[in-house]
């Protein structure tokens, strides 16, 4: 069965600092990773995708991550974040042509000036 | 223009109470979904829609009932409230594989 792992429940960082949030999955077929930002009272919005082609994907807002298929990673990137990026970041992930999405837990940015 | 609307965003009401949330898509999507979101933020999804037809009933109360009149709404109906209902319920929208896009999200509070 798939599952996704957000290492992190809670990141606190200053601000212009560079962030990483941890992604792993598991799943023994092709898979499809999202990552998703949750601005507080606010509807989930695509940040980045990966579905095939380059492993480094690049988003909305700055964000980037990398497709790591040996690892079964997807972390999500930020080489300087901004004060409006504390938000809640969702990994998930699709394996073949499943129409399930499996969601990790979430993980909470808090980015201090 | 928004691409998945739900109605209301706010609905407070007394336990035991029926009430209904509306969701409407206009990206041409052939699937639909309601998760669930408790207060610790996790995403639990309820059920899956795929033309009209359910194709993912997660393990739910009886009380939650699905509604599709047409691939582009997925109404959601709850009976007899309870104060566990409490939670946001998000309506999302799909095509294979891909991106699901979602609602801004109703706030249910049961008293």
């Known amino acids: 069965a798939q599952s996704v792992t957000q290492l992190d429940s809670q990141v606190p960082v200053f601000e212009e600092a560079p962030v990483e949030l941890r992604c792993n999955y598991s799943?023994?077929?092709?898979?499809?990773l999202f990552w998703y930002v949750q601005y507080p009272n606010q509807g989930l919005q695509l940040l980045l995708k990966?579905?095939?082609?380059s492993t480094l994907v690049k988003g909305i807002n700055g964000f980037e991550a990398e497709f790591n298929k040996s690892q079964t990673s997807f972390h999500l990137r930020k080489p300087s974040v901004h004060i409006s990026d504390t938000a809640e970041y969702f990994c998930a992930v699709v394996a073949g042509n499943n129409r399930k999405l499996i969601w990790g837990l979430g993980t909470s940015l808090a980015v201090n000036p | 223009d928004t691409a998945v609307s739900q109605t209301p965003k706010y609905l407070v009401t007394q336990m035991g109470n029926d009430k209904s949330i509306k969701c409407e898509q206009n990206l041409g999507h052939d699937t639909m979904y309601w998760y669930k979101q408790d207060s610790k933020k996790f995403l639990k999804i309820m059920f899956s829609?795929?033309?009209?037809?359910?194709?993912i009933n997660e393990t739910v109360p009886n009380r939650f009932s699905p509604k599709s009149p047409d691939k582009a709404h997925l109404n959601l109906h709850i009976n007899s409230l309870e104060l566990g209902d409490s939670a946001v319920y998000f309506c999302a929208s799909s095509q294979v594989s891909s991106e699901a896009f979602f609602g801004q999200g109703t706030r249910l509070t049961v008293v």
């Open positions: 990966y579905l095939s082609g």
């Open positions: 829609y795929n033309n009209k037809e359910l194709i």
């Open positions: 799943s023994s077929v092709s898979v499809y």
